[in-house]
């Protein structure tokens, strides 16, 4: 226990940070919803986290690797399919999946139920790409994989072209 806990003294620093149901920056990416719960500001930009509620039948982005950033998911609900490489993994509910730079992969949801994830960027970096996904879809432009990779680009981040 910190000196200032008990004498009972106000803490010092960033403010608490609490996202109720329903509260957080929406992102609508066509049939994904994510749902912003930090976005880094809180966290001196080390981490942001995100709901994500895929949709029956998303395919997720192209294949590619981070070179800045862990991503770590956690499947709330459903089952997402994981690709790695040429190996797909299954990630039913309660399974966590970290993907650490460099690792190629991709994920979707081949289900006949929405599945929810909770994802974490470290750093918050990537949480400005689904922005500029959704920035894009709503000035009339399709979410094609040459789009994904174009705004993955800004991001420290590559398609995974050799399959490895």
Do not use: K
Request: aromatic letters at 6%; zero cysteines.
């Amino acid at each position: 226990m910190t000196e200032e806990a008990r004498n009972g003294e106000p803490r010092t620093g960033p403010a608490l940070s609490v996202v109720g149901p329903g509260e957080g920056e929406t992102i609508f990416l066509g049939t994904t919803r994510m749902r912003v719960l930090e976005d880094g500001g809180h966290t001196g930009h080390r981490l942001a986290i995100a709901e994500s509620v895929l949709a029956p039948h998303t395919q997720g982005p192209p294949q590619h690797r981070h070179g800045l950033h862990d991503e770590g998911f956690y499947v709330l609900s459903g089952t997402v399919r994981f690709t790695v490489g040429d190996e797909d993994y299954d990630a039913a509910t309660g399974t966590l999946v970290m993907v650490p730079p460099g690792t190629p992969h991709t994920f979707a949801n081949l289900t006949d139920q929405p599945a929810v994830m909770l994802s974490t960027f470290t750093p918050d970096l990537y949480v400005q790409y689904f922005r500029d996904l959704q920035e894009a879809l709503a000035g009339g432009r399709p979410l094609t994989p040459q789009a994904n990779i174009d705004a993955m680009s800004h991001y420290a981040t590559e398609p995974a072209t050799d399959r490895d």
